[in-house]
């Protein structure tokens, strides 16, 4: 039998995530989504291409734009090619990406289905009618739609609130992939190296025991000192922060929060010090602060790489990945989560977002986790395709 040599990797992922393709058989008959528009700014890449196809087949028209750093143009090709309208491209550029989403709001979709907050917080600043709610994937999403709930007064259901999403993505897909990324970037052994986490939520957890798995020597950091027992508790050191960020080979940030890492601690940070964020924003990790701070007499980019060394006066280099963006979706053949967590998770959107376009929740559903029932079938789907 001869080969064929034309499959690609988003084939291969679409062949993996075994959830969602039941799921487009399933919208293909019941169609939850004919005559509606679905805006979305997502990371595009070829498991959101899996999603946007389900919905797709459900009957939605689909307009979409990345998240910031990491939309890959082969998958904006595959999704063109099937008729997905794509708004622009990668970029960096917080304006550019600003104004990638009022154009997504301006086609004043039916849904939104948001990742970040981007297109909720726009859309309160051009509301429209037509606009029946949606879904946000994330827990930076939810913290910056919260404050605005009396605004937005429509069903909001949050991914990031299902038990599934924190345990199969947050906590053991994203700790595998960081752990994954901080290898590829580097080709550096993780072996006896001591490795600071910043942030023991659900992400954070996993991290931290991907790392404590691949025999380094695991500190702890959070904010709160009941998480930071926890930690103590499941046998990793807690240090103060100063301490640990003394004693680190390699910096985690995984908190969701800003000016995490910034360059109050260049004073700090261990010559040869490697530096990577986990979180949703690239402002975990003050990267243009710590660039920009006079003990720094040389930024060298090593761009194939991903990586950005800083030359400090006093003879030290400080390593930067992806400028501070999310590390597992970027650098080299970037991967980001594995297929199956996504699969869940994206099967979770798909069916939330069927939900929403029913009809029947009301402004109550404004920011509130997945319903139960949801949770349950896309628990036993899943369970009977893997037993
Ligand atoms: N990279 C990915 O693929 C991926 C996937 C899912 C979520 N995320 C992102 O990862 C981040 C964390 O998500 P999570 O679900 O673990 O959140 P979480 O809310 O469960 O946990 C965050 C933890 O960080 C701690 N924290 C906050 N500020 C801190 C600070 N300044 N120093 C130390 N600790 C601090 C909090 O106390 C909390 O324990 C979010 O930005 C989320 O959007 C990334």
């Known amino acids: 039998m001869p080969i064929e040599q034309s499959a690609t990797r988003i084939d291969w992922i679409a062949q993996s995530c075994r959830l969602l393709t039941a799921t487009a058989q399933d919208f293909s008959r019941t169609r939850p989504f004919a005559g509606l528009t679905i805006g979305t700014a997502i990371h595009l890449e070829p498991k959101t291409a899996a999603l946007l196809l389900t919905l797709q087949a459900g009957g939605a028209r689909l307009i979409a734009t990345g998240n910031l750093n990491s939309t890959q143009r082969e998958t904006v090709d595959f999704l063109r090619e099937r008729g997905i309208e794509i708004i622009g491209g990668q970029t960096v550029d917080e304006g550019a990406h600003a104004g990638f989403i009022e154009a997504i709001v301006s086609e004043q979709p039916d849904l939104l289905l948001d990742n970040g907050g981007d297109l909720f917080a726009c859309a309160v600043r051009r509301p429209y009618p037509r606009l029946r709610g949606g879904t946000e994937e994330t827990t930076t999403g939810r913290m910056r739609l919260l404050p605005l709930r009396q605004e937005i007064r429509l069903p909001l259901l949050v991914i990031n609130d299902s038990p599934i999403k924190q345990f199969a993505e947050n906590r053991h897909a994203v700790g595998q992939s960081l752990f994954e990324s901080y290898l590829r970037f580097t080709n550096r052994s993780t072996n006896g190296k001591r490795v600071t986490v910043f942030g023991y939520g659900a992400c954070g957890r996993g991290t931290a ?179």
């Open 209 to 387: 025991a991907c790392f404590r798995n691949a025999h380094a020597l695991v500190s702890v950091v959070d904010a709160d000192p009941v998480t930071t027992l926890e930690a103590h508790l499941d046998g990793f050191a807690t240090p103060l922060r100063e301490d640990a960020i003394r004693t680190a080979d390699i910096i985690v940030t995984v908190t969701g929060a800003p000016a995490v890492v910034t360059a109050r601690d260049l004073a700090l940070l261990k010559d040869g010090a490697i530096l990577l964020n986990g979180g949703h924003l690239p402002h975990e990790i003050d990267v243009p602060a710590l660039r920009a701070d006079e003990r720094v007499h040389r930024v060298l980019s090593h761009v194939c790489e991903g990586i950005e060394t800083l030359e400090l006066d006093d003879g030290r280099r400080i390593h930067l990945l992806a400028q501070g963006h999310m590390a597992n979706l970027a650098g080299p053949r970037p991967l980001g989560n594995s297929a199956e967590s996504m699969d869940l998770g994206f099967t979770l959107q798909a069916r939330c977002l069927e939900r929403v376009a029913q009809g029947g929740l009301g402004e109550e559903s404004c920011i509130v986790p997945v319903p139960r029932d949801i949770d349950a079938a896309v628990a036993s789907a899943y369970l009977d395709l893997h037993r």
